[in-house]
């Protein structure tokens, strides 16, 4: 159980190759931090250098007070989950697990106390003398749980453990993660690329894009409150639909529509920035949108409407019940309460 | 091999694509068996002559022993085993190959775990330079090697014969296992790293338990090969009884007028009896082994 701190860390292969740059964290003890970003955007390489498998260039990681540039991988009292899981697949799940241990060469019975306490906290009780390959792909991933668990670590590191299980069972072990971290009370750094389990999952959520940190907040932070448009269009799905705009006068002006903003804006020019929710079928007296509609998704729960106003693409969300077909003309209402404005140059958030 | 099967369309019986997959099988099983037997017909002329008169032997071809009057003798082997240094060089032969298999085996090994998992310098020119050893022939080395065996007195031994055999077979041995040991997961070894495990660990208990298959045939090529071979043996251990073996024994039957053929034969065919065995009871792994590292799992 203990913090962690990313002070100023950058980590460079050549020169002119550098994957994370100046990278600062600092992760509170027992909280589940999750790091999101596409692929190739230094999220893994962070981990990693906390793991103890990438050389840091510069900076300093700390573990609690500890400064672990210098310490071998196994000294650092961490535990990874790698995406393959990375099982041992001649040893048997038992072995698998007992390993870590017998490396720290703990007593034979302790050993046997802490696997049977993993494998009965992850339900693998009836598979302990089975071989990795002869486990279904959610056993083997809480094998690769259990593994880390027995060591009962300071830090849980996990790299995408969910990429290869199928879409249902990683909604029961997304669910299965939270409860694990409720009931180890360990700091835990969950790296991925799906939105989704950034925003299910983590107390925070630190959004990197091409080796740099965007922003480090809590979900609901995120999402209301993205820095600037990069975390905008990461977050949320469908995307928030993005309209270059005029600004005048305190009013945006788009190629279809004009909205007031709630607060003037020293710029002339910008990216108004709002999500599906904020354009309904209820009508607004301060914007009304007529957008042409080009697909219309249903999704049971909710309909969205991908279309045409003026010459900008626009995503709403409506009523499922609403009747709507391809080509038709749509009144939508926008809700200005939750407009974002991003600067045309630099993309930071304005409002 | 089955998905392929299972995706083929089936098509109509007797219609042209039926008719030609039908054929392409044939032709196929035709060149496959055809092969087969021409490759084992030495063996089998062989075989064969080895219970054949030494007139017989002289006077017809192999095949026509095949057909009546049917005239078969064992004596070509009793003649064989009754010669008193057939024995010991059958023992040579064993106390030659096996720790000329074992000694490399063990080295290549370990130095085909540094060259695909450690990091030191030079490695990749080391390696290059192991692989163009490669192409280096044999003969080449055999002076330069004998004088200095003859110069520290280990001509004529089995530890030179041995130090010999490894030289040889280091190579390929470390070529092959190199190439099978990079093609283990990454992740097993850093996870093995973060649980603690030091490299010897590793070695032990994760990279020798899964290369058991790459493990297992590179024994067997090195085996046969020192088993069958006869050049080096003559060259190193001279061919005197106390040390040679079966291969340079069975070589000494014949003299240079070609009298003693007959029980060539038999002797030739005693010592093909443990590679025979060595390959049928491993051949398991053989043909995994050929296949490791092209597919995964």
């Known amino acids: 159980m203990a913090s962690v701190t990313y002070d100023h860390v950058v980590k460079r292969y050549t020169a002119d190759l550098t994957v994370v740059k100046d990278f600062n964290v600092e992760i509170k003890d027992k909280e589940f931090m999750v790091l999101v970003g596409p692929s190739g955007c230094g999220k893994s390489t962070a981990l990693r250098m906390l793991a103890g498998l990438e050389t840091i260039t510069e900076g300093q990681i700390r573990i609690g007070d500890r400064v672990v540039n210098n310490v071998a991988a196994k000294d650092r009292d961490i535990a990874m989950v790698f995406q393959s899981y990375a099982l041992y697949p001649h040893m048997s799940v038992y072995d698998n697990m007992a390993f870590p241990l017998q490396m720290k060469k703990l007593p034979k019975a302790e050993i046997e106390k802490r696997v049977n306490n993993a494998s009965r906290i992850l339900g693998l009780d009836n598979f302990l003398q089975r071989k990795p390959r002869a486990l279904s792909g959610g056993q083997r991933q809480r094998v690769a749980l259990g593994r880390a668990i027995v060591r009962d670590p300071q830090v849980f590191l996990l790299d995408e453990p969910l990429s290869n299980l199928d879409a249902k069972l990683r909604g029961q072990t997304r669910i299965e993660l939270q409860k694990l971290h409720n009931d180890l009370e360990t700091t835990f750094i969950y790296v991925t690329h799906d939105q989704v389990e950034a925003m299910t999952m983590g107390d925070r959520i630190a959004i990197m894009n091409a080796g740099i940190l965007q922003q480090v907040g809590t979900p609901d932070d995120i999402y209301d409150h993205p820095a600037n448009l990069f975390v905008a269009g990461f977050i949320g799905t469908p995307t928030m639909s993005f309209v270059p705009v005029t600004l005048q006068n305190g009013t945006a002006k788009a190629s279809g529509f004009e909205v007031k903003l709630p607060k003037h804006v020293e710029s002339a020019k910008g990216t108004l920035g709002f999500r599906p929710e904020a354009v309904t079928d209820k009508p607004s007296e301060v914007a009304t949108l007529d957008m042409k509609v080009d697909v219309v998704e249903r999704l049971g729960s909710d309909q969205f409407l991908y279309g045409q106003v003026g010459s900008d693409t626009i995503t709403a969300r409506v009523d499922p019940r609403l009747k709507v077909e391809v080509g038709d003309q749509v009144k939508l209402g926008l809700d200005t309460r939750s407009l974002h404005l991003f600067d045309a140059e630099t993309e930071l958030a304005l409002l | ?297």
């Open chain 2, 1 to 297: 091999m089955s998905v392929m099967a299972q995706e083929r369309i089936e098509a109509p019986a007797w219609s042209a694509r039926w008719l030609a997959d039908r054929l392409g099988g044939v032709a196929l099983h035709v060149a496959v068996i055809g092969l087969t037997i021409a490759w084992m017909v030495p063996t089998l002329g062989l075989f064969v002559s080895s219970f054949r008169h030494l007139t017989d032997i002289s006077n017809t071809g192999w095949w026509t022993a095949l057909s009546p009057p049917f005239n078969f003798t064992v004596e070509n082997y009793s003649k064989v085993l009754a010669q008193n240094n057939l024995g010991t060089s059958f023992l040579n032969s064993i106390m030659i190959t096996i720790p000329a298999t074992i000694i490399p085996a063990a080295l290549a090994a370990f130095a085909a775990y540094a060259f695909s998992w450690m990091k030191f310098w030079g490695r990749d020119i080391l390696f290059l330079a192991l692989v163009g050893l490669l192409a280096v022939p044999l003969q080449l080395t055999f002076i330069p090697v004998l004088k200095m065996f003859n110069s520290v007195g280990l001509s004529g031994t089995f530890l030179g014969i041995w130090l010999a055999h490894t030289g040889y077979g280091l190579p390929f041995a470390i070529y092959l296992l190199a190439n099978f040991f990079r093609s283990l997961p990454t992740d097993l070894f850093e996870s093995a790293e973060m649980d603690g495990a030091s490299t010897l660990t590793v070695f032990f208990r994760i990279v020798l338990p899964l290369s058991v298959p790459a493990i297992a045939s590179l024994v067997i090529f090195q085996f046969l090969w020192i088993w069958n071979d006869f050049l080096v043996a003559l060259i190193y251990l001279g061919g005197t009884p106390p040390v040679a073996p079966m291969t340079v024994t069975v070589a000494n039957l014949v003299n240079s007028l070609g009298s003693g053929y007959h029980l060539l034969t038999a002797a030739a065919f005693l010592s093909m009896i443990v590679p025979l065995i060595v390959f049928f009871s491993l051949q398991r792994f053989f043909v995994r082994g050929i296949l490791a590292g092209s597919v995964k799992g």
